[in-house]
C-alpha cells in the first residue's frame, strides 16, 4: 500500500512517463524498417493512400494506421526511406523526389486510381513538397499531415545539441527559419488538392502554433485542433483516425478549425489491430 506521502510524487511520475510516451512512441519506432510489404496497390478497391512517416522514424510508427485504414477498404502504400541506420534523415526534397518517381511507376499498373497523401511530423513536409514541388498534384486529391512543423520545429535545436545536423541535412530544413519552410509557406498549395493539418494543444514535439495553417484564397486549406494527445499519440489514436477517415470519404466542407464534429461511433470505435 502507498502512503500518502508517496502518491503524489508517483502521480507525477505518472503523468510525466504518459506525456513522453505520447510524444516519443515505442522504441519498435525507431529499431529497424522490417514492417510487412504488401503489394496490392494495383489490385481492385479502394482510393490509395500513401503514408509517409516522420523525421528519425521508420514504416512502423504507421503500421496501426495501415491496418485500420486496409480495414476500411483503402489501398494503403510506404516506403522505406533510407537514411542512417535505416531511419528517415534524408532532405526532405530528395525524400520527395523519390516518393514521386516510385508512386508514378506504381499508378502505371492502374486505370488512375485516386490517391490521397497522410504524413506524419516531418512526412507531412514530404508531402507538401511532393504536391507543391514535384508534380505530386498529378495524382494526389488529398493531403492530411499529423503533427507537422508547417513553420519549422524549435525542437529542431535539441536533436542538433545531439550532434544529428552531422548525419541529416533534413534537420536543417526543420528550423523555423530555414530556406526550406519559407519555400512551402510563401508558396501557393494546388487548389485541386485538399490539404489538412491535425495537431495536439499538448504536442510538444510539434507545438500547435507550428502546425497552423493560413488559407489563402483559391486553396483548399482545413486545420483540426484535438487535445489531451502527444505527437506519436496522433498515428495511434482512434479519435484522430475518424478524423482521417471523414476526410478521406466525406471531404467535408464545414469551417476549419476543429474538432469539425461530433463523430460517429462507427467511425471512432478503436480496432484491434495487432
Not at 507550428?210 to 489531451?228: H, I, Y
Request: proline share 5%; net charge positive.
Amino acid at each position: 500500500m502507498v502512503g500518502p506521502t508517496l502518491r503524489y510524487p508517483l502521480r507525477v511520475l505518472r503523468g510525466l512517463g504518459r506525456i513522453v510516451s505520447g510524444n516519443v512512441g515505442a522504441l519498435r519506432y525507431y529499431a529497424g524498417d522490417m514492417a510487412d510489404r504488401r503489394d496490392d496497390f494495383g489490385e481492385p478497391g479502394g482510393d490509395a493512400v500513401l503514408l509517409i512517416q516522420g523525421f528519425f522514424q521508420t514504416r512502423k510508427v504507421m503500421v496501426s494506421l495501415e491496418e485500420r485504414l486496409r480495414a476500411d477498404g483503402y489501398r494503403v502504400v510506404s516506403f522505406h526511406l533510407g537514411g542512417v541506420l535505416g531511419l528517415n534523415t534524408r532532405s526532405i526534397p530528395t525524400i520527395a523526389k523519390m516518393i514521386d518517381a516510385k508512386m508514378r511507376r506504381l499508378l502505371e499498373r492502374t486505370d488512375g486510381r485516386v490517391v490521397h497523401v497522410i504524413g506524419h511530423s516531418m512526412g507531412g513536409l514530404v508531402a507538401r513538397y511532393l504536391v507543391q514541388r514535384t508534380g505530386g498534384a498529378d495524382y494526389a486529391r488529398t493531403v492530411i499531415t499529423l503533427g507537422t512543423p508547417h513553420h519549422g520545429a524549435p525542437t529542431a535545436a535539441l536533436g542538433a545539441s545531439l550532434g544529428l545536423l552531422l548525419v541529416s541535412r533534413a534537420l536543417w530544413q526543420l528550423f523555423p527559419l530555414s530556406p526550406l519552410v519559407k519555400e512551402l509557406r510563401d508558396g501557393r498549395f494546388p487548389a485541386s488538392v485538399r490539404l489538412v493539418s491535425v495537431y495536439s494543444k499538448h504536442d510538444v514535439i510539434c507545438p500547435w502554433q507550428k502546425a497552423v495553417l493560413t488559407p489563402r484564397d483559391g486553396e483548399d486549406v482545413r486545420n483540426l485542433m484535438v487535445k489531451g494527445l502527444g505527437h506519436m499519440d496522433l498515428v495511434e489514436d482512434p479519435y484522430v483516425y475518424g478524423l482521417i477517415l471523414r476526410e478521406l470519404k466525406d471531404h467535408p466542407l464545414d469551417t476549419s478549425g476543429g474538432p469539425v464534429a461530433e463523430l460517429d461511433e462507427e467511425v471512432t470505435r478503436l480496432r484491434a489491430v495487432r
